[in-house]
């Protein structure tokens, strides 16, 4: 056997028979074939090179110790026809998704979760809940490399090389189904008219958005632009070009809105200002973002939509990222960190203030009330609603969560030397981050498991900084 294949795993390439975990403890013994892929989704290209770099010096080594060992976990080395050991894949974590209540990890290519269940979040093919990651999810995600996830308020979806496959709720066609109610596997959305793999997922409330191509497509409810609808449909129309190429969408609760050649566009409900266009009237197709004031001279990437506001990361002329924000201000979610009173809301986008004034922004993610910035010094900062401590910067167990105006750094005393995060994502009341080092850490709400610490939920349960999760995938020691 290649000895490469115990340090190619994490990164999908194959060589020789291998065993496929499970939670059951059988082994599955596949000999796969080598085939070439698409480039990853946007967001998981730089986390996919700093995994392949730990990958590197951590097998290099253990390598020079004696050679890797798979951890005691539930599968069991199998013996394929030419005598040879089948290797599980090294369980190496590369991006995380936070819906209501319930978590996901994407895991080499497969996808775990915990938390609630009540209608298939979680994707095991049954209603049962947990409080530590369950998986990996199957059904018609058997056998595939997943690339990119993301989780709405009670569903989950996630790309392959040539498809897109969601499970949960389905009241809205959000799976992109139609005729069923819930679906607790992976279902298969109906074909696009371009089938080119997807570059960027986003879920909101009830609906599901993937950009492909350079063109936008959702499904679910919407957000009035061409109402209901269970298939997948193009963005287009409005204000954006016809020629114009989407690099990043981001949906909410009520409005999306999408990045196309360095410019942002919103559409749907405008009460709040959400759609950042200067105006409180709802569109059903995309408008423009006001780019004339705080946003003047900057080329926008990375966008995010929650409950009635919005926030995008703009490269100005000197390289230096910083975050805006726009629509609803009532808890404090634009970080404007003033002492004194503060706006109801804006129309147009501000700049986060505090420590993101300075700090260059790498992403920006967005739940209920709450948003959250990966900076580029390897930490994370969040800002306005803390009711469930969700903004992970509170000192301790005791301390009484409140509103943050401003954006303030995540707590990393439980993370020990592995403080460098890759990603972060946050949800209405809890939000989750994934190290350099390829462990996960939650906070906030764990009322249903969430957090997928074992032990830890109930009732009124919460994490007011960041703990770990209980590792429950295959891993190396």
Not at 16 to 24: C, D, E, I, V
Not at 179 to 193: F, I, K, M, Q, Y
Not at 320 to 346: H, I, P, Y
């Amino acid at each position: 056997m290649d000895p490469c294949c115990a340090l190619r795993g994490a990164a999908r390439d194959r060589c020789g028979a291998r065993a496929s975990p499970t939670t059951r403890g059988e082994t599955v013994t596949d000999r796969a074939t080598t085939r070439t892929r698409p480039s990853l989704p946007r967001r998981l290209r730089e986390r996919a090179a700093a995994v392949l770099a730990l990958l590197l010096v951590v097998g290099t080594a253990l390598w020079g110790a004696g050679g890797v060992q798979p951890t005691a976990a539930a599968w069991t080395d199998a013996v394929d026809s030419q005598g040879e050991v089948a290797i599980a894949t090294a369980g190496i974590p590369t991006a995380v998704a936070t819906g209501a209540d319930f978590s996901c990890a994407l895991v080499s290519g497969e996808v775990w979760c915990t938390g609630d269940n009540s209608v298939g979040q979680l994707g095991t093919g049954d209603t049962t809940s947990s409080d530590v990651f369950v998986g990996p999810v199957r059904g018609e995600l058997q056998g595939r490399t997943v690339l990119d996830i993301d989780s709405g308020t009670s569903h989950t979806c996630a790309t392959t090389d040539d498809a897109v496959f969601c499970w949960g709720l389905n009241d809205r066609g959000q799976l992109g189904v139609e005729g069923v109610a819930n679906s607790t596997l992976p279902v298969r959305v109906p074909a696009r008219s371009d089938e080119s793999a997807a570059t960027d997922l986003e879920l909101g409330a009830s609906s599901s958005c993937v950009v492909a191509a350079g063109k936008a497509y959702c499904w679910g409810d919407t957000h009035t632009q061409v109402g209901r609808t269970g298939t997948p449909v193009q963005i287009s129309g409005g204000a954006l070009p016809a020629s114009a190429t989407v690099t990043d969408i981001g949906v909410g609760d009520d409005s999306a809105c999408l990045v196309a050649d360095g410019i942002p566009y919103c559409w749907g409900k405008n009460a709040r200002g959400q759609l950042g266009d200067g105006t409180t009237s709802e569109s059903l197709t995309p408008v423009r973002v006001v780019t004339t004031g705080a946003l003047a001279g900057f080329t926008s990437g990375d966008v995010s939509v929650a409950d009635e506001f919005a926030c995008v990361i703009g490269s100005g002329p000197d390289n230096g990222e910083r975050t805006f924000c726009w629509g609803d201000n009532s808890a404090k979610q634009l970080g404007q960190s003033t002492n004194g009173a503060q706006v109801e809301m804006s129309t147009t986008p501000l700049q986060v203030r505090g420590a993101l004034t300075e700090l260059r922004s790498r992403l920006v993610d967005l739940g209920g009330k709450t948003a959250c910035v990966l900076a580029h010094d390897g930490a994370a900062y969040c800002w306005g609603d803390n009711s469930s401590a969700q903004t992970g910067a509170n000192e301790d167990e005791w301390s009484v969560p409140v509103v943050r105006d401003r954006p303030e750094r995540i707590l990393t005393k439980q993370m020990g030397e592995d403080r460098v995060l890759e990603t972060v994502d946050v949800s209405v009341d809890h939000g989750c981050t994934l190290t350099t080092g390829g462990r996960v850490f939650c906070w906030g709400s764990d009322a249903k498991g969430q957090l997928g610490i074992e032990g830890a939920a109930g009732p009124g349960a919460r994490k007011v900084f960041p703990w770990a999760a209980t590792q429950t995938w295959p891993t190396w020691e």
